[in-house]
């Protein structure tokens, strides 16, 4: 579950940038609480990311507990150049992780969370960001 500042700028990243569908969203107005589920492939095929807007916050301290989510794409470099395309940020261009050779790439949300992209072995089923 990722805190967002803003649930409609997270929900048009993960689904416009990031190729996810929107899988379903609720309200708790009792709580003052949005939630919206975004994933791959639908659901229960694939993980899902949990969106949460706390009304009235639209900004969260990270912290340092929090490293970052990982997805599997089939092409680092193709996923990049897609994610810029569409108006996304990447912060480290898609190349080798230092001291191997598996080809990595990171893009930072709009709430400022880290996404590892890592390129996955040919063959390999499942990911996203196609």
């Known amino acids: 579950m990722l805190r967002v500042g803003n649930l409609q700028r997270s929900i048009d990243f993960y689904t416009q940038v990031l190729g996810m569908q929107l899988l379903r969203t609720s309200e708790n107005p009792e709580y003052k609480?949005?939630?919206?589920?975004?994933?791959?492939?639908?659901?229960?095929?694939?993980?899902?990311?949990?969106?949460t807007y706390?009304?009235?916050?639209?900004?969260?301290?990270?912290?340092?507990?929090?490293?970052?989510i990982a997805l599997g794409v089939p092409d680092?470099?193709?996923?990049?150049?897609?994610?810029?395309?569409?108006?996304?940020?990447?912060t480290r261009e898609a190349g080798p992780v230092k001291g191997g050779s598996t080809v990595i790439a990171f893009v930072t949300d709009p709430d400022g969370y880290k996404i590892e992209l890592i390129q996955r072995a040919e063959g390999a089923e499942g990911g996203g960001l196609r």
């Open 33 to 51: 609480y949005s939630l919206a589920f975004v994933g791959y492939e639908g659901n229960p095929a694939q993980a899902e990311i949990e969106l």
């Open 54 to 68: 706390n009304w009235g916050t639209e900004r969260y301290e990270l912290g340092t507990a929090y490293g970052h």
């Open 76 to 90: 680092a470099y193709a996923a990049c150049d897609k994610i810029k395309a569409a108006g996304g940020n990447v």
